[in-house]
């Protein structure tokens, strides 16, 4: 999944290299660092919704990693879940699952308003 949003990643910033904004800081004499940067920091937005989407996915695939490798983990604790029929126990992986991918997400909109001064305006209090 890694080399997958890697390249996602490179192309977002190809894209927003190639946007009118980049264009006009370009017109005006900015270095390319600077214009780099302004395209990192807006090509990283996407990237952070994705990774948010993605956690539920993450954590579920883990059962075949851990059935594989003998790992054991949640996901092998919600195989034997099923297969002993324990709903107690399945009820209680699933709240710690969503659990995770809840207080995951919460920090990912807390890393949205560091890298997106966009919001940052909203919670002042500012006319939109």
Known sequence: ?????????????????????????EALGAPKRLIRQYAFRNGILPQLTGLALQLGVIVSGALATEIVFS?????YLILQAVQNQD?????????????????ANFIIDIVYVIVDPRTRTGMQGGEA
């Open 87 to 103: 709903y107690f126990l399945l009820q209680g992986c699933f709240l710690f699952i969503i659990i995770g991918v809840l207080l």
């Open 1 to 25: 999944m890694f080399g997958g949003w890697a390249i996602g990643m490179r192309n977002m910033i190809i894209y927003e290299l190639e946007t009118d904004y980049a264009h006009y800081l």
């Open 71 to 75: 790992y054991p983990g949640i996901g």
